[in-house]
């Protein structure tokens, strides 16, 4: 092993409380735990598929505009998520310290999304007013986001201690943020975005507005829910946070949050995350625009393909069981960034030299499917893996400092995903004003040099990046026997 256990072990520490075990965690549990997980999903959707089309070419903001809104608004979160994080691993509450927050958070979040797709007719039709609403309301929107997701991530890692169990709720978790974001879509486009007098409803304002509410009433049912559900288990966490010993004063929280990059495994992930996410970022950012003017793929088609996304969720289960059982879960995160450098590539690549099928075929549409749902599976995969790890580093951290800083780490972990994403519209905006992208150009209008450059950028550059959390991932050095190891140390520890 890289770190010896004994030597890093905080000699200083002791605890009051037992290392409580959660007991039995039920089916209805786990759904209810990760019906939370629904406002990270709709966040996610909303972004990869309508905020920089609609900005961009329904209100006419321009890329650069558009990106560095969003850019900024990610600068805001490398301030915001580690306070918020540290904020909760030290909150002490009759109901502990990640329920309250969730409470807090729910309906302001949800106003969020509709201030985001109702701006005010003053902006519509200018550039710095448009910028300034877009800005304001994705800043609102990822600030009481953060109030969600990291305590909502952190209580994952303490409602038990059972190195197979934390990667069944992070399964449940991760599966029904996928579902139930990818049912948004499927659901959204037919219904909420349909053709009008011959108009196609992905460039009409009001649906977007009508989009926005809907998130926002799906965000409220299913937080509640998952504090609901929850509910039983704040003894469980009250007693583990009270295994936390903060560092004191204002200092104490950049201290802490600094402190978890001492652990190797820690900063390894974090480099994969910055990668992984560079790629998903920018593909996330031109995901409309790729299917809208690269495939040409029309709002029933993408509504069909929207549905892979469920294919996969839905194998996931299995899956994940198989493959927890059998294989380490650094050799599943493995798994999941070789199967990316597959099958980033191949469509694309086909396209680019003339071998893929024509536009508006049914034979590509089944190959847009089959990528897209391997793609997906793999991403859940992926977050399987790097979240249920995420869990036992708390654990070594917990050992090596003292410390009980689930929040921090998720909140460190959450930034560097959200800043590479952040990072993909403030590249793809300026990207797509310099290959000349007009708001005016229809699908099938587009000059063959912008869809050459669209699909250099989608195919073979991101397939170069991924190289980098191939070689991350080889060097992780987590297992189950490393995971008894320090279970038995920090157990040792009890007095």
């Not at 980033?344 to 089944?366: D, M, Q, S």
């Amino acid at each position: 092993m890289n770190q010896n256990i004994n030597v890093q072990t905080h000699t200083s520490t002791s605890f009051t409380e037992p290392r409580s075990n959660s007991g039995h965690i039920s089916i209805t549990e786990k759904f209810f735990y990760g019906s939370g997980s629904m406002a990270l999903a709709l966040k996610n959707v909303s972004f990869n598929m309508f905020v920089l089309l609609f900005y961009m070419q329904v209100l006419g903001l321009s890329g650069t505009l558009t990106g560095l809104a969003i850019f900024v608004s990610v600068m805001w979160d490398a301030i915001s998520d580690p306070i918020i994080g540290s904020w909760s691993d030290r909150l002490r509450t009759r109901l502990g310290r990640r329920h309250p927050m969730l409470i807090v958070g729910t309906i302001p979040l949800g106003l969020s999304f509709v201030m985001i797709f109702s701006p005010i007719e003053a902006v519509q039709g200018t550039q710095w007013p448009l910028f300034t609403w877009l800005l304001v309301s994705v800043i609102l929107l990822r600030t009481f986001l953060t109030t969600i997701v990291i305590p909502h991530g952190a209580m994952g890692a303490e409602i038990t201690d059972d190195y197979a169990e934390r990667t069944s709720i992070v399964s449940y978790r991760t599966n029904i943020a996928w579902i139930a974001g990818m049912l948004l879509p499927v659901i959204a486009l037919p219904v909420l975005f349909p053709t009008t007098n011959g108009q196609d409803g992905r460039f009409i304002i009001d649906n977007y507005i009508v989009y926005g509410w809907v998130c926002c009433a799906i965000i409220i049912i299913f937080c509640f829910a998952c504090v609901g559900g929850t509910w039983r288990f704040i003894p469980r966490l009250i007693a583990v946070s009270k295994r936390h010993q903060p560092t004191l004063g204002a200092a104490g929280i950049i201290h802490d949050a600094i402190e978890t990059f001492g652990n190797i495994n820690f900063r390894r992930l974090i480099v994969l995350d910055l990668s992984v996410g560079a790629t998903f970022g920018i593909n996330a950012a031109l995901f409309m625009v790729t299917m809208t003017y690269f495939w040409e793929v029309s709002v029933s088609e993408l509504a069909i393909l929207s549905t892979g996304s469920l294919v996969a969720a839905g194998l996931i289960f299995p899956a994940t069981r198989y493959f927890s059982i059998r294989w380490e879960k650094q050799t599943i995160l493995k798994f999941a960034v070789v199967g990316f450098i597959i099958n980033t590539p191949w469509l694309i690549v086909a396209r680019l030299t003339e071998l893929a099928p024509e536009n508006g075929t049914t034979l590509l549409l089944v190959l847009l499917y089959l990528q897209g749902t391997v793609n997906t599976f793999l991403s859940i995969l992926r977050t399987i893996a790097h979240h249920s790890i995420l869990a036992d580093i708390a654990d070594e951290h917990e050992l090596r400092t003292g410390r009980r800083q689930e929040g921090v780490l998720f909140s460190v972990a959450a930034f560097a995903e959200k800043f590479v994403m952040g990072f993909g519209y403030i590249f793809v905006g300026p990207f797509l004003d310099i290959i000349g992208l007009e708001a005016s150009m229809a699908p099938g209008m587009v000059p063959e040099t912008i869809l050459l450059s669209i699909g250099i950028m989608i195919g073979p550059i991101m397939t170069l990046i991924l190289i980098i959390p191939w070689w991350m991932v080889s060097r992780l050095d987590v297992s189950r026997e490393r995971s008894k190891q320090v279970q038995a140390a920090l157990a040792s520890k009890q007095v």
